[in-house]
Every structure is written in structure tokens, then in C-alpha cells.
């Protein structure tokens, strides 16, 4: 596939801090989500197809565009730790930072810096869940990525599920509860399970070996390892609590493990039988 390693021009790599400033300020989002969402859907009917390698080859256009980029920035700019730096104290607040950014990611010869391991506390609990924080530019990466995933993990989840999900809320989720119970041979009970350390336990060679998406780069979002108290620890297991594409790996992995639990359940009944 004859395709450039970036659509990022040389002399835009030239630019000064004033007119990478004023390009930041004169960017059409409206333009750069169209051409964002075109490339998507061209992924979403590739899967329906089943038609993986064109997947890949819309995924490589995707993370090697322009626009990707310029909307995984926003994507970290705009969230709510937009302010909150990774290991390497970088913060993106000034219009000509966040151009520099744009121009400056590839998953070319990536390296993920460790994560920044912090404690917040857990709602009603006494015990602190684990957050890693990745830097900025590891998360603009993650959001770069996660842009040629979200199509895929979309278009292949169960459509029951509503956690960390485009486009849905806790209303979809009251609606479809209240679809399953509000009739007369409705179930009579509800279960509620917990996955215990959920985004810390997902098994990174499945994930290498299932999720659609470039190695190389997977492999640095799951072992780049985290400081805590000065010391560099080695990330053997989970997707971090705070990483931006942490979600959607999550979600893949409990539909993938739905999956393999709904082929093996004839199979059980029939023992058990």
C-alpha cells in the first residue's frame, strides 16, 4: 500500500510558535470531524463485511492522517485532567503547544513513557482505586488510536452493554432494563456481579492477540510500566485506570469473554445434563 508515513507537511514542521499558533486558531473542526467520521465508517462497513485486511489498511490511513491528529489532541485538551501532567510535568495550554503536539505524533519508532501512579479514593469506601496517569503525548497517541478502534469495538459490541460507550448514558441503560422487566413473563430476579480489579487483571496476550490494531504500538500502551515513590515498576498485567483507550480495550475484552462463555455454554449444559 502506497501510502506516506504522515500527512504532515515539511514546511508545517518549520512553522514558527506564532504561526503555529494561528493554525491552531484557524482550524474547521466541522472539516476535520467529517473527514474523521468518513474514514470511521468506511472501517464500521469493512467489519460488517468481514473484511479485516481493509480494515487494517483504513486503520493506517486513519492514525496517519491529519485530521486524526489534530482531533486526538483536542480529544486530551478537552478532557477533564487536560491540566494534570504525566511523568514528564508537560502540559499543552498555549495554542502554538498543541500544534507542536499534532505535528509531532507517530507511532513511528513509539516509545511510551512510564505512567504516573497516583491513589483517589473509591465512593462510599475506605479502600483508593489506582490510577495511571500517562503524559500528555501518550494519551494524544492513545486517542489517535482509539479513533481507528472505537469503529470496530462499536460496531462488534453486544448492544446490551452500556459502560464507557459512544453515544450512550445510564438513561439507555434505565430504558433497557425497563424493556426486559415491564412485562408480565418477565425475570422475576436481577443479578448484580462485580469484576474484580477489572482494567487490572486483562490478560495483555490476549489483548496482543485479538485487538485489531498495530503491535508495536499496543505493546508500548501495555508495558510501558509505572513510577510510584521514584521507583519504575513493570506493568505484567491490566490497562491502566486512566489511560484514554483503556475502555475500549476493556469492553473488547468482556465481549470477547461473553463470547467464548455464550459458545461454551451448550457444551456445559449438556455435562451437566
Not at 474547521?28 to 467529517?34: F, I, R, T
Not at 491540566?83 to 498555549?94: A, P, V
Not at 491490566?238 to 476493556?250: D, K, R, Y
Request: hydrophobic share 35%.
Amino acid at each position: 500500500m502506497n501510502v506516506s508515513i504522515s500527512t504532515i507537511s515539511f514546511q508545517d514542521k518549520k512553522l514558527t510558535d506564532a504561526h503555529l499558533s494561528q493554525k491552531w486558531k484557524s482550524i474547521n473542526w466541522y472539516q476535520v470531524e467529517k473527514s474523521v467520521n468518513k474514514l470511521q465508517t468506511r472501517i464500521t462497513k469493512a467489519v460488517l463485511q468481514n473484511k479485516w485486511n481493509l480494515i487494517k489498511r483504513l486503520q493506517y490511513l486513519l492514525t496517519h492522517s491529519y485530521s486524526a491528529k489534530l482531533l486526538a489532541v483536542r480529544r486530551v485538551i478537552q478532557n477533564k485532567g487536560k491540566r494534570t501532567s504525566g511523568i514528564d510535568g508537560e502540559k499543552w495550554l498555549t495554542p502554538d503547544s498543541k500544534m507542536k503536539a499534532v505535528l509531532s505524533l507517530t507511532g513511528n519508532r513509539y516509545k511510551a513513557k512510564p505512567l504516573k501512579r497516583v491513589f483517589i479514593n473509591k465512593p462510599g469506601k475506605k479502600k483508593k482505586r489506582p490510577l495511571g496517569i500517562p503524559t500528555m503525548y501518550d494519551r494524544a497517541m492513545q486517542s489517535l488510536y482509539a479513533l481507528a478502534l472505537e469503529p470496530i469495538a462499536e460496531t462488534m459490541s453486544d448492544i446490551r452493554s452500556f459502560g464507557f460507550r459512544k453515544h450512550r448514558s445510564t438513561k439507555d441503560a434505565r430504558e433497557q432494563i425497563f424493556l426486559c422487566l415491564s412485562k408480565k413473563n418477565s425475570a422475576q430476579w436481577i443479578l448484580e456481579g462485580d469484576i474484580k480489579g477489572c482494567f487490572d487483571n486483562i490478560n495483555h496476550q490476549w489483548l496482543l492477540t485479538n485487538i485489531s490494531m498495530e503491535k508495536s504500538v499496543l505493546t508500548q500502551f501495555l508495558k510501558a510500566g509505572f513510577i510510584y515513590k521514584r521507583h519504575l515498576n513493570p506493568t505484567k498485567a491490566g490497562t491502566p485506570q486512566g489511560g484514554t483507550i483503556s475502555p475500549i480495550l476493556a469492553n473488547m475484552t468482556l465481549d470477547g469473554l461473553e463470547k467464548l462463555l455464550l459458545a461454551e455454554y451448550p457444551k456445559k449444559k449438556k455435562e451437566f445434563n
